[in-house]
């Protein structure tokens, strides 16, 4: 995949500076976008216009030169390394040769994401380079809008994501109740046990994930509360899950709520509500929209209800207590937000709508789709029923 870096362009002349700086290793998103190189130890990506890649090992030098996305692939030891160690020390000679590597392509002036590392930045604006901070994340930014490729890459993820969340479901829904308490094969069924399920699943499909939410109860009350111990009849179980294809590094994300035996009318008035304010933000979703457009559209439909959301009570504890959505692409989280703060929609966008609702008393109802952002609409990437009981 060829990025668009027009805009990382116009950013470099808008900022009047040479070239955009990053140090940092792959798991950085931004790194991995404009590298295009995988790889699990720090390395330097210079864009100039094209993209420069730096090493101070050579363990990584051959693969970068087959597959990463640069002009140019160089080590330490190009910069005369080992001289340099002689002449100023093992600390400093990494900060002449990152200043002499810049150098070779007349760049004088960086700007750098907002997570720079701090000993970079001192290390060569020492030695004459103007260090700029880019506090927006121009980089960050660029990723939100997703090409053809990438949307692929992510309805991939999404694919395997459902099959993950059925095996779950499956799991659930093969569990008899023994005293109130979910059983599976002579043993109670935990969190534990549906998250171990999901994860075989998903690395049957490719993808990874270092943890998922099975939270049922009480702590599904609390939206990120990963859950544990056994799963109880008749509450409210979250099942949300966020994994990352290992071969694209794009990640999907869905929830559902389901009950196994019979809700409370609560709980069932609780899910059909958030169903309703999902709905509403679906309506809401299209070009030119805002994420705080899409957001308001659930705070509407809960308010109605008299339920508690952060925009009558910003202390609020129990109700609609979290924003709308999300980005999601190389991060889980990413841009753009939907939220109060969120901006405008464009074609490209992928993102999550995911009301919920939460009190201890109740439990937690949370459900989750992603879709894409068309040019006259949005695409639901997401091909899986919503029904809170499992028979």
């Known amino acids: 995949?060829?990025?668009?870096?027009?805009?990382?362009?116009?950013?470099?002349?808008?900022?009047?500076?040479?070239?955009?700086?990053?140090?940092?290793?792959?798991?950085?998103?931004?790194?991995?976008?404009?590298?295009?190189?995988?790889?699990?130890?720090?390395?330097?990506?210079?864009?100039?216009?094209?993209?420069?890649?730096?090493?101070?090992?050579?363990?990584?030098?051959?693969?970068?030169?087959?597959?990463?996305?640069a002009a140019t692939v160089e080590r330490d030891v190009d910069f005369d390394r080992a001289a340099k160690v002689d002449e100023y020390g093992q600390r400093e000679a990494v900060w002449h040769v990152l200043a002499e590597f810049l150098e070779s392509y007349g760049v004088e002036s960086v700007a750098v994401p907002p997570r720079f590392p701090l000993a970079t930045a001192d290390g060569i604006r020492e030695r004459g380079v103007e260090v700029t901070p880019d506090s927006d994340g121009i980089v960050t930014e660029i990723r939100a809008t997703k090409t053809a490729e990438e949307i692929e890459h992510v309805r991939e993820s999404q694919k395997a994501n459902e099959a993950a969340m059925q095996a779950a479901e499956d799991l659930i829904a093969a569990a008899s109740v023994v005293d109130g308490t979910l059983h599976y094969e002579g043993d109670p069924l935990t969190s534990e046990r549906v998250k171990e399920e999901i994860e075989v699943t998903l690395l049957r499909h490719g993808c990874a994930l270092d943890e998922t939410i099975v939270a049922c109860g009480s702590d599904a009350a609390d939206p990120h509360d990963r859950g544990s111990g056994p799963l109880t009849a008749s509450d409210l179980i979250i099942v949300d899950i966020f994994p990352q294809n290992k071969a694209s590094k794009y990640h999907a994300d869905m929830t559902r709520t389901f009950c196994k035996g019979e809700p409370t009318d609560t709980q069932q008035e609780w899910y059909d509500l958030t169903h309703e304010a999902f709905d509403a933000a679906m309506d809401a979703v299209e070009p030119g929209a805002t994420g705080a457009d899409v957001h308001e559209a659930v705070l509407d439909v809960y308010e109605a209800a008299g339920q508690p959301t952060l925009r009558t009570d910003e202390r609020a504890e129990t109700g609609f207590i979290h924003s709308t959505g999300h980005g999601v692409g190389l991060d889980v989280h990413e841009l753009p937000r939907i939220s109060p703060a969120g901006g405008e929609l464009k074609p490209g966008h992928v993102i999550t709508i995911e009301p919920g609702l939460y009190d201890p008393e109740v439990g937690g109802v949370r459900i989750e789709d992603l879709v894409v952002v068309t040019e006259d609409g949005y695409e639901n990437l997401t091909d899986y029923p919503k029904q809170l009981v499992v028979e």
């Open 1 to 69: 995949m060829d990025p668009d870096l027009s805009g990382l362009d116009a950013y470099l002349d808008e900022q009047g500076v040479d070239g955009y700086l990053i140090d940092a290793d792959s798991t950085n998103s931004d790194q991995y976008y404009l590298s295009g190189f995988d790889a699990p130890d720090p390395f330097v990506t210079l864009y100039d216009g094209e993209v420069h890649l730096l090493f101070s090992r050579s363990l990584e030098y051959g693969r970068a030169k087959r597959e990463a996305r």
